[in-house]
């Protein structure tokens, strides 16, 4: 914990604005994932980018509920919060003009490095939470993401 005062008893904390950093920074490579992503394919981007939104709803939630509870002002914890939404989308920009004149076997190890840390994050944060809880919804949602994952191969 970062606190913004030198005596021991301190009540105010940086945890807000340093994980506002750390989801920037988040947010910045999953842009790029995003545009690695659409110069591969339409599709392929298409699929990527809706999986990262809805990935975003929870970060911009994460970072203004951290700002809020450090005391931060509501209405500027939400345009912290836009602040933080805006890097994905420049990221991307930035990805997808980067890779536009690099060579197919670095966009194929760029794209193998996005997949791998999805694939990294599922097997072990969500799996292993999965199985601690027991709970047959967790089973179905899990077989239901795996399921909508099969259904995109046919359409990228």
């Known amino acids: 914990m970062i606190h913004a005062c030198r005596e021991e008893t301190c009540d105010k904390h940086l945890m807000g604005r340093m994980s506002l950093i750390g989801l920037t920074f988040h947010s910045l490579i999953d842009g790029a994932v995003i545009g690695v992503a659409f110069q591969a394919g339409f599709a392929l981007g298409l699929a990527t980018a809706i999986a990262i939104i809805f990935h975003k709803v929870a970060d911009g939630s994460c970072a203004y509920a951290l700002m809020v509870c450090d005391d931060e002002a509501s209405a500027k914890a939400l345009g912290f919060s836009s602040l933080m939404a805006l890097a994905t989308p420049v990221g991307?920009?930035?990805?997808?003009?980067?890779?536009?004149?690099?060579?197919?076997?670095?966009?194929?190890?760029?794209?193998?490095?996005?997949?791998?840390?999805?694939?990294?994050?599922?097997?072990?944060?969500?799996?292993?939470?999965?199985?601690?809880?027991?709970?047959?919804?967790?089973?179905?949602?899990?077989?239901?993401?795996?399921?909508?994952?099969?259904?995109?191969?046919?359409f990228i």
Request: net charge neutral.
């Open 92 to 154: 991307a920009v930035l990805a997808y003009l980067f890779t536009q004149r690099v060579a197919g076997d670095l966009l194929d190890g760029l794209l193998a490095a996005a997949a791998g840390s999805f694939i990294y994050i599922g097997a072990s944060d969500l799996l292993p939470a999965t199985h601690k809880s027991g709970n047959f919804l967790n089973i179905i949602l899990f077989l239901a993401g795996a399921g909508f994952i099969l259904v995109l191969t046919k």
